[in-house]
């Protein structure tokens, strides 16, 4: 099996602040996540682990190093096409019901009318809110947004699923489902990359962990 994603001494600081001064989060962070497994990235909060994954989405640049994804640059689209993502702190179109919301990011994805319907059914039973599908989201609770959150990382079948501290928040019994979900998901042949600063959480189902502090990557393996 190959390597889905590489990093390779990737710095990144940023300047905030009235009067800029400079803060370095990554300190040249490298590592690999192959084909198949599911890979923890274990930090603290403020370890830089948010700012690993938004330079993985080309959402910010690293100052320096290189990052590889399916062996493109990370802002090939078809790189992207790949790739599904739940950030820590999603946003949702509360006045649209769950089944709407992931219609609307099928079509993003250019997914046909017939296919949509079918994968949206799948997804909705994969996450457990099939009852509440036809409810507008402002009615779900915490874990039920999560839930929706997720099924919305995964409309576009992706092979990478990246997952911002996907367990945070929930109760213990919608910490496990959630858990079950990645593995099933590992299962099926997909990439699941998650952050967690829970130990737990990792060693629980991962193939693979790098552990984060302060920028710098302090260990990894299996």
Do not use: W
Request: net charge positive; charged share 30%.
């Amino acid at each position: 099996m190959g390597n889905v994603l590489e990093l390779r001494d990737v710095k990144k600081t940023y300047k905030p602040g009235f009067i800029p001064k400079p803060k370095e989060v990554l300190k040249g962070v490298s590592f690999t996540v192959a084909e198949g497994e599911i890979f923890g990235y274990l930090g603290p909060n403020g370890a830089g682990k948010t700012s690993t994954i938004k330079c993985v989405l080309g959402l910010v640049y690293p100052d320096s190093g290189t990052i590889t994804l399916f062996g493109r640059s990370p802002l090939d689209p078809r790189a992207k096409d790949k790739l599904g993502f739940l950030p820590e702190n999603p946003y949702f179109y509360e006045y649209l019901t769950g089944r709407e919301f992931l219609d609307f990011y099928a079509q993003l994805f250019r997914v046909d009318k017939a296919e949509r319907a079918e994968r949206i059914a799948r997804l909705l039973k994969l996450v457990d809110v099939e009852r509440a599908a036809d409810l507008p989201l402002r009615k779900y609770s915490r874990g039920m947004l999560q839930r929706i959150g997720l099924a919305q990382a995964l409309i576009n079948e992706p092979s990478l699923v990246i997952l911002d501290e996907p367990l945070g928040g929930l109760d213990p019994l919608g910490r496990k489902d959630i858990r079950d979900i990645i593995l099933r998901l590992r299962d099926e042949g997909k990439t699941v990359f998650f952050t967690s600063h829970i130990l737990q959480d990792i060693e629980m189902i991962c193939d693979r962990a790098a552990v984060i502090v302060s920028g710098r990557i302090l260990s990894q393996g299996r």
